[in-house]
């Protein structure tokens, strides 16, 4: 089993439609949690650190269930910019250690 | 944007070469690691450094070494290439002055694609 899983996709979306992602860490001890975004032939960016209580950017939405060990990563109203492949991010090991551990990324393409 | 960069950018290089792949960081950040990047695995660590001349393994280090002199600069050499270290390598950063998630939050340079033939 995989430490990080995520839905490969790809999802297509038309403009203006909510699509959400999942993902699932098998270390319960994991601390910290992220989504990153890649665009094609270029570097990670960090969308959004996820709080325990879940926390919002704009049209972003991120949740963390630690009781069955998931992350979600909500989009509304999807403009074509969004189209990347969205990384799922965890600190497997916990405690003061920073190694992040990377899901494989799930690719959105948004259609006009 | 944080100020990382690498180089080369891209390299093309024969089986049994020695390779090195610079980092540079203008962020004064504590943290620096390698990672490669192949189709189907996404990003895996190969290497870290948590301060000058301290490094340790991360979870594919084999047949890589890495060397930090001074906080801004990380190396990764690899000392005899193989066709199977063929991949796009990336180098991140991270605070050290923060506390909680945020200290865990890295930043990435532009990449490096190495093809070996």
């Known amino acids: 089993r995989k430490e990080v899983e995520q839905d490969p996709g790809p999802f297509n979306v038309p403009e203006g439609a909510t699509v959400a992602f999942n993902c699932t860490y098998s270390?319960?001890?994991?601390?910290?949690f992220f989504w990153y975004r890649q665009d094609c032939r270029k570097e990670p960016k960090l969308l959004m650190s996820?709080?325990?209580s879940g926390n919002e950017d704009g049209r972003f939405t991120a949740q963390l269930n630690r009781a069955s060990q998931y992350i979600s990563l909500l989009i509304r109203d999807s403009k074509l910019s969004d189209s990347a492949t969205y990384l799922c991010?965890?600190?497997?090991?916990?405690?003061?250690?920073?190694?992040?551990?990377f899901g494989s990324g799930t690719q959105l393409t948004v259609l006009p | 944007d944080a100020g990382i960069t690498q180089s080369p950018r891209h390299k093309v290089t024969e089986t049994g070469t020695p390779v090195t792949l610079r980092c540079h960081q203008t962020?004064?950040?504590?943290?620096m690691y390698w990672y490669r990047q192949d189709p189907g695995h996404g990003l895996r660590l190969i290497h870290y450094?948590?301060?000058?001349?301290?490094?340790d393994k991360g979870e594919v280090s084999d047949g890589y070494s890495v060397s930090r002199s001074k906080t801004e600069d990380f190396l990764l050499t690899l000392e005899s290439a193989t066709s199977s270290q063929t991949s796009v390598y990336f180098c991140?950063?991270?605070?050290?002055?923060?506390?909680?998630?945020?200290?865990?939050?890295?930043?990435f340079g532009p990449g490096t694609r190495l093809t070996v033939t």
């Open positions: 991140a950063i991270s605070e050290s002055g923060t506390s909680g998630i945020r200290s865990y939050e890295q930043y």
């Open positions: 270390n319960s001890a994991s601390q910290s």
């Open positions: 996820v709080y325990s």
């Open positions: 991010v965890v600190n497997m090991k916990g405690g003061s250690a920073r190694q992040l551990t």
């Open positions: 962020e004064n950040h504590r943290y």
């Open positions: 450094s948590y301060g000058v001349k301290d490094t």
